[in-house]
């Protein structure tokens, strides 16, 4: 079984700067996926990036990077030059890899953006 | 529109009506499932089938709660005696078994809210 941290229920930041969003986990897997997905206000979620823990290079979409620490079971979200679309609910999640493919996630970060 | 659908979207209900719940699939994926999420947090792994067959089924789901998916193709999700507690919304998911990213794609959800 894995479980998800996420220990920053609310976070802010400005537009165009840019904010870190905090996420650990904790699986006896060895092989398994990461995810960030953004669900915004009364829409679909929506995958935002994702990382396969057997690769050593952090993952990067456009303005969205992960900074992946797999001894420390850690999984930050970079989001660089903030836009007011961003303004979303964050959750991390984690899948192991093979057969039983449920997602587990965490309780989410909602992010805020200000002009 | 290619996406996963899901209806109804909001259903409102008196308490110990039975409700249920479609979910349309994006049309080649053979892995479906449902999760349940409540205000403030995340989402919470409910079932999965792949094809028709129920591969595996959350302690969550109590005795009240049925999903299939006769065909392999749309899936239903029937609770039987609402109550208060059941009050979330319900997350259809869709997503290939040799998809080897993980990957996952939502619907909107289907709100209940038990009067």
């Known amino acids: 079984a894995q479980t998800v941290t996420q220990s920053q229920p609310e976070m802010s930041v400005q537009e165009a700067e840019t904010v870190t969003l905090s996420c650990t986990y904790d699986?006896?897997?060895?092989?398994?996926?990461l995810f960030w997905y953004k669900q915004p206000p009364s829409r679909q979620m929506i995958l935002v990036i994702r990382?396969?823990?057997?690769?050593?290079q952090n993952a990067t979409e456009n303005r969205f990077s992960v900074n992946f620490q797999k001894a420390a079971k850690s999984f930050s979200l970079k989001i660089s030059d903030s836009q007011l679309g961003d303004a979303a609910m964050y959750f991390c999640?984690?899948?192991?890899?093979?057969?039983?493919?449920?997602?587990?996630f965490g309780t989410g970060t909602r992010l805020q953006v200000t002009l | 529109d290619t996406g996963v659908s899901q209806n109804p979207r909001h259903k409102i209900t008196k308490r110990g009506q039975n409700v249920t719940f479609r979910c349309d699939p994006i049309s080649e994926h053979n892995r479906l499932y449902w999760y349940r999420q409540t205000l403030g947090q995340g989402p919470e792994f409910l079932t999965y089938f792949q094809n028709e067959a129920q591969l595996e089924k959350s302690r969550l789901l109590s005795d009240r709660f049925s999903a299939e998916r006769p065909k392999g193709s749309f899936s239903t999700l029937e609770i039987q005696r609402t109550e208060q507690g059941d009050s979330a919304m319900y997350l259809c998911a869709s997503s290939l078994v040799s998809g080897m990213t993980g990957e996952l794609f939502f619907g909107e959800g289907s709100r209940l809210t038990v009067l």
């Open positions: 999640a984690c899948r192991r890899t093979g057969t039983a493919s449920k997602l587990t």
């Open positions: 990382q396969e823990a057997y690769k050593q």
């Open positions: 699986t006896s897997e060895s092989d398994y996926y």
